[in-house]
């Protein structure tokens, strides 16, 4: 974490040439780790380089600003849209796993770059409880950013998620929506951004099932199980499963 003054502590970094500078500041500031060392070869080209100030002249400016709001689309797309063949939980569904990123960041043949940006585009860190297939222990981690029919998920719209009844988890379950830009837990005048298992006023169906509601109104008479949306503005979901039981795996 590169050293700001509290004013300008964010957890989303700046765009356009902002970020270049950040970047900078974050080099210059930072123990350099051995797996970054072939990344800070490839931003010596750019002006960014340990120990030295970064001056862009003019033309230098556009294309690193140009540059910076095509790596966010970029860095998106592998984030919402992943094409790595772990990436899915089970056919014919639209949910992925949120980390096909292993703690260490490495693979058997490579290092993990795409697996890095598709992860750390959303969160910032992972540890081995979050991969590990550890009945009763740990957690594991389930994403969506569309419906079932493969359309991006809308804050404009409503939708609804069907949980099964005895969720294979020992601790709770839980569900919560982020804005796709931001990635930051979704903002509405309810202040609430989740549903979980374990909240007192959750409401359940007859048969043990759960209903979560999504969009911009409420559903009348099921208001505690429902998370407002925004519209005009996209969101994803995480769902949780906190101690996932043998019957998860």
Not at 224 to 241: H, M, Q
Request: proline fraction near 6%.
């Amino acid at each position: 974490m590169c050293k700001t003054t509290p004013s300008r502590r964010r957890s989303n970094p700046p765009s356009g040439l902002g970020y270049w500078q950040l970047l900078s500041d974050a080099i210059n500031n930072e123990t350099v780790e051995p797996r970054d060392r072939f990344f800070y070869a490839m931003l010596r080209p750019l002006g960014i380089e340990k120990g030295q100030p970064f001056k862009p002249d003019t033309r230098q400016q556009k294309i690193l600003s140009d540059a910076a709001a095509m790596g966010f689309r970029m860095s998106q797309v592998l984030s919402m849209a992943p094409r790595n063949d772990k990436a899915k939980t089970y056919p014919g569904t639209q949910w992925d796993w949120v980390l096909t990123l292993d703690p260490s960041q490495e693979a058997a043949d490579y290092s993990q770059l795409d697996e890095r940006t598709d992860y750390t585009f959303e969160a910032i860190t992972v540890a081995a409880g979050m991969v590990k297939k550890i009945p009763g222990a740990g957690s594991q981690y389930m994403t969506t950013a569309k419906d079932k029919t493969g359309e991006w998920l809308d804050g404009g719209k409503s939708y609804r998620l069907h949980v099964p009844a005895n969720a294979p988890v020992k601790d709770f379950w839980a569900v919560t929506v982020y804005d796709n830009m931001t990635r930051s837990m979704i903002q509405t005048d309810t202040g609430k951004a989740g549903v979980d298992s374990k909240q007192a006023n959750l409401q359940k169906n007859s048969d043990g099932t759960v209903d979560v509601y999504f969009g911009p109104t409420a559903p009348v008479g099921h208001e505690s199980n429902w998370i407002k949306t925004a519209s005009g503005k996209g969101w994803f979901a995480y769902f949780r499963w906190y101690g996932p039981t043998q019957a998860f795996f």
